[in-house]
């Protein structure tokens, strides 16, 4: 299985900017899709982006424009920009993993899960 662990979350203000990284370990890391998720209190779990063992690419709606998702297959990390910040963007973030090379917005598909790092934004 892969392990993955999550950094990079804190508090910011709004409108500013965190970049959330992602390292694993365990599987081959080039043949796997990778997604964010977030999760607020009392909210079901949320899709925020993922990307394709090649690079192709998915953002939320809410989030299109704000953040940038990508991924060094050598290093094995997959990062988040996220610009812009919104106080709605509070929540605890979490990077998967899933087989079969291309991502989903279904968080049932992905087989692994770090276990999350906080992003409070201010108003």
């Known amino acids: 299985q892969v392990h993955l662990v999550e950094s990079g979350g804190e508090l910011v203000q709004g409108g500013g900017s965190l970049r959330l990284s992602c390292a694993a370990s365990g599987r081959t890391f080039s043949s796997l899709a990778m997604g964010w998720f977030r999760q607020a209190p009392g909210k079901e779990r949320e899709f925020v982006a993922c990307?394709?063992?090649?690079?192709?690419?998915t953002y939320a709606e809410s989030v299109k424009g704000r953040f940038t998702i990508s991924r060094d297959n050598a290093k094995k990390t997959v990062d988040l920009q996220m610009n812009s910040l919104l106080p709605e963007d509070t929540a605890v973030y979490y990077c998967?993993?899933?087989?079969?090379?291309?991502?989903?917005?279904?968080?049932?598909?992905?087989?692994?899960w770090g276990q999350g790092t906080q992003v409070t934004v201010s108003s």
């Open positions: 990307i394709s063992y090649n690079g192709g690419f």
């Open positions: 998967a993993a899933k087989g079969g090379l291309y991502g989903s917005q279904s968080a049932t598909r992905y087989d692994s």
